[in-house]
């Protein structure tokens, strides 16, 4: 069963967003649906972008995605809906992870936007 944390991202102002709460060594069970709003009115991504998304965990190591390790896309769009599915490699090191997503359409970058995990430790594995 997948659990989707949905928040709203307001593309025209920079406010911090409640992170979105998971437990270390989650996998396959996270979903982030990302509102993309622009002046409080749905954005619509545009058919034919792709996102790539970038993180950075509590002790510096990251990487970046647009595929699972399955091989399954990591986003999925609906209207002015950005579906991010959690890598595993996101929840491994408990603390705050910077999530940055990049909408790109052909070679040009049409948006960047940020929100933050917190990784809550998990009795029995190493922080």
């Avoid at 396959?28 to 993309?36: E, T």
């Avoid at 595929?67 to 209207?79: E, I, Y």
């Avoid at 959690?86 to 990049?102: E, N």
């Avoid at 070679?107 to 594995?125: M, N």
């Amino acid at each position: 069963m997948i659990i989707t944390h949905q928040i709203t991202m307001e593309l025209n102002r920079s406010r911090p967003l409640e992170p979105v709460c998971v437990m270390q060594d989650d996998r396959y069970s996270r979903d982030v649906c990302v509102l993309l709003t622009l002046d409080d009115d749905p954005w619509p991504i545009p058919d034919g972008a792709r996102a790539v998304i970038h993180f950075e965990k509590a002790d510096g190591t990251g990487g970046n995605y647009d595929t699972l390790p399955d091989g399954t896309a990591a986003c999925s769009f609906s209207g002015n809906a950005l579906t991010v599915s959690l890598a595993p490699q996101t929840c491994t090191v408990p603390g705050a992870v910077k999530l940055t997503v990049t909408l790109i359409l052909g070679e040009k970058v049409i948006s960047t936007f940020a929100f933050y995990l917190a990784v809550q430790r998990a009795i029995g594995l190493e922080a």
